[in-house]
Nanobody, 124 residues
Framework: QVQLVESGGGLVQAGGSLRLSCAASGRTFSRCAMGWFRQAPGKERMFVATINWSGSDTYYADSVKGRFTISRDNAKNTVYLQMNSLKPEDTAVYYC?????????????????WGQGTQVTVSS
């Protein structure tokens, strides 16, 4: 069992930066792939970024490539999402998720555990 708690969301102006954190409890975190997803009002939950269990492999949605960076610290049971050059269209609730299989995946249904989400609002 893995429990996930996101933090770091907030209100930022366009062009600004935020760093999201996702703290995990449970002994299996270091074997899980981790992902970040986002959901805007009235829209489906969408893939943002994923990282494999060791941190050696990452994958990003085209909409955030070059602006967002996912990383993890297995010693701290934490995964991060550094978000730079934020745009109003990045506004959403951001969720982190854990996949017990360990390899990167962009599929929502591939994840076993989810956090409660953190709101990111980018003003124009």
């Amino acid at each position: 069992q893995v429990q996930l708690v996101e933090s770091g969301g907030g209100l930022v102006q366009a062009g600004g930066s935020l760093r999201l954190s996702c703290a995990a409890s449970g002994r299996t975190f270091s074997r899980c792939a981790m992902g970040w997803f986002r959901q805007a009002p009235g829209k489906e939950r969408m893939f943002v970024a994923t990282i494999n269990w060791s941190g050696s492999d990452t994958y990003y949605a085209d909409s955030v490539k070059g602006r967002f960076t996912i990383s993890r610290d297995n010693a701290k049971n934490t995964v991060y999402l550094q978000m730079n050059s934020l745009k109003p269209e990045d506004t959403a609730v951001y969720y982190c998720a854990a996949d017990r299989r360990g390899w990167v995946t962009a599929v929502v249904g591939g994840y076993d555990y989810w956090g409660q989400g953190t709101q990111v609002t980018v003003s124009s």
